[in-house]
């Protein structure tokens, strides 16, 4: 890897240096957007006891889903879990513990950690068991709870064309929180459906700059569907 | 007569007015994107990052890549953005949204919502929700009146964990439409055939009642 060539050729090398006890920030909404090959690549090397930060946990069997059959994960930041038994049944044994933190939170607290902000002010979560514990403060005779930023060992994110370089772009809602997660690991690496040329992206369409992309690996994607409706199974619009 | 799935979408999507931005819950809440008066324009956004959300996808043009806040597949409108969750709670925090319409276990006399956790029974967690009651100019909640033990979900105060305090404007069941004011419910209409009685009867919150409280208008 020389210079700005942050490609690299493998997915050991791609997430070389994960260890046991880590914080990994993901990228992803549900299904959509997220980093399958490098997900999978974490279940290969069963590395234990670290916290995800990540809105979902996937589902049984896929995406995050598979870092729980061997128990990987110790901890989870989410704002929602629903969609899988597996985790459940770990969280109700006591095998995983979860901070549920709104999705907007947890947004922000991406973002701010990727920017140098330790922690923010916001209402969200004021009054409910979200802000037990936290700082209050009134500004302008509104109440708001200070809530801390979050950084990563690792980011895992997921785009749909890179250079290079590092710079990227996402398609449609998989764009999600990869942009956020990219500027919040100290090693931000990511998975890409197609490797472009420099300058084959146009500097204005960029969503996330290269300057936060450690490594990248190019991925062959499944992209499955978490819930397919279609315009004729239900009168919507 | 109480009101269907339906008919309680079709009362939700009175309220929308030209012009606005709305953001819909999971459930009846969605179903309200079916009754868009014909003579006014709105646009619907995702949390997940999209504004200006339009129909579920023919077979042709389902697309992994492009989903709703219920991980549906879906489509965007004409004139739609699409755009990071961070920008999308922006939107949501920054009181850019005119609207926002989304279930409950319970609302309270003060305004006070609870709708992502039942202790001991449902861990799934609050998704966007907690930003919507905190953000949005304009909240509404849509539920059934009564739980289908038929207990009252129109509270004195909410016993389970709270979404939001004090932040709900109006609330639409399947018996009537209520304001949230002043710490108690002030019943603004109520269901075809449905009695101030039994509405009464059902409500276990503060409840004030005019003397003439016209029927739902469809």
């Known amino acids: 890897m020389a210079g700005f060539n942050k490609v690299v050729d493998s997915y050991e090398a791609a997430m070389a240096g994960l260890q046991d006890n880590m914080t990994v920030i993901a990228g992803g909404f549900g299904l959509c957007g997220i980093p399958e090959g490098l997900i999978a690549q974490i279940q290969k090397m069963n590395t234990k006891g670290l916290t995800i930060v990540s809105n979902n946990c996937g589902v049984d069997g896929f995406g995050l889903g598979l870092l729980l059959e061997e128990k990987q994960i110790k901890k989870m930041v989410s704002s929602y879990v629903g969609e899988n038994a597996l985790f459940e049944q770990q969280l109700l044994n006591g095998e995983l513990e979860v901070e549920l933190t709104p999705q907007g939170t947890l947004a922000e607290k991406m973002r701010a950690g990727g920017a140098g902000i330790p922690a923010f002010y916001t209402a969200t979560g004021f009054g409910t068991p979200v802000g037990e514990g936290k700082e209050t403060r009134k500004f302008n005779g509104r109440d708001y709870i200070l809530e801390e930023s979050i950084t990563g060992d690792f980011a895992i994110i997921k785009a749909y064309k890179a250079d290079r370089y590092g710079n990227c772009i996402y398609r449609y809602t998989a764009q999600n929180f990869n942009p956020m997660a990219a500027t919040a690991g100290k090693i931000t690496v990511l998975e890409v459906e197609e490797i472009v040329e420099p300058g084959e992206l146009s500097p204005s369409e960029i969503h996330t700059p290269g300057i936060y992309v450690d490594r990248i690996i190019v991925g062959n994607f499944e992209k499955r569907i978490e819930r397919k409706i279609l315009s004729s199974d239900n009168s919507n619009q | ?218």
Not at chain 2, 149 to 154: E, I, P, Q, T, V
């Open chain 2, 1 to 218: 007569m109480s009101l269907s799935r339906e008919q309680i979408a079709m009362r939700v999507a009175q309220e929308f007015c030209d012009g606005h931005y709305i953001n819909l819950g999971i459930g009846i809440p969605t179903l309200a994107a079916n009754y868009v008066a014909d003579d006014i324009e709105v646009m619907l956004q995702s949390e997940n990052g999209l504004l200006g959300m339009g129909p579920y996808p023919t077979e042709e043009r389902v697309d992994a890549d492009m989903i709703n806040a219920g991980k549906e597949t879906v489509t965007a409108a004409t004139g739609a953005s699409i755009f990071n969750s961070a920008e999308s709670f922006a939107m949501i925090r920054g009181g850019h949204v005119d609207l926002t319409v989304l279930g409950a276990f319970e609302v309270d006399s003060n305004g006070s919502i609870a709708s992502w956790m039942i202790p001991g029974k449902l861990i799934k967690g609050m998704g966007g929700a907690m930003d919507l009651v905190a953000g949005a100019q304009n909240i509404i909640v849509t539920m059934t009146h009564a739980d289908k033990h038929g207990n009252s979900k129109l509270l004195e105060q909410c016993t389970l964990p709270l979404t939001g305090v004090n932040c709900i404007n109006k609330i639409i069941t399947d018996l009537a439409v209520f304001e949230v004011k002043e710490g108690a419910f002030h019943l603004v209409e109520r269901a075809p055939g449905v009695s101030v009685a039994e509405i009464q009867s059902k409500t276990a919150g503060k409840l004030v009642v005019s003397n003439d409280v016209p029927e739902m208008m469809f």
